[in-house]
């Protein structure tokens, strides 16, 4: 059983930046795809990007260019690094951990809490 512990979020303005940390339990962290999905109220739970050891990251097409997935295998912690934050990337941001690269929750074992990000205008 991987648990996966979310950290991070807060009120940003549009333009600004922050960083997501998920820190997991498992000893055997670096086998797993660590990716990262938010949702939206009254939306569906999306992919925003995915980080396997030996792979490169993958990112959803609305954060291409803004947001960066890095992880530190020796500290099981996979972080999600957002500059230039839109108001439109408001959502409660999860962490989850699985042994395929996956870009739907579906492929996922594992999942943290949440955190919140909220982006004014």
């Known amino acids: 059983q991987v648990q996966l512990v979310e950290s991070g979020g807060g009120l940003v303005q549009a333009g600004g930046s922050l960083r997501l940390s998920c820190a997991a339990s498992?000893?055997?962290?670096?086998?797993?795809?660590m990716a990262w999905f938010r949702q939206a109220p009254g939306k569906e739970r999306e992919f925003v990007a995915v980080?396997?050891?030996?792979?490169?990251?993958v990112y959803a097409d609305p954060v291409k260019g803004r947001f960066t997935i890095s992880r530190d295998n020796a500290k099981n912690t996979v972080y999600l690094q957002m500059n230039s934050l839109k108001p439109e990337d408001t959502a409660v941001y999860y962490c989850?951990?699985?042994?395929?690269?996956?870009?739907?929750?579906?492929?996922?074992?594992?999942w943290g809490q949440g955190t919140q990000v909220t982006v004014s205008s």
């Open positions: 989850a951990a699985g042994l395929l690269i996956r870009t739907t929750p579906g492929g996922y074992d594992y």
């Open positions: 498992e000893r055997t962290f670096s086998i797993y795809a």
């Open positions: 980080i396997k050891w030996g792979n490169d990251p």
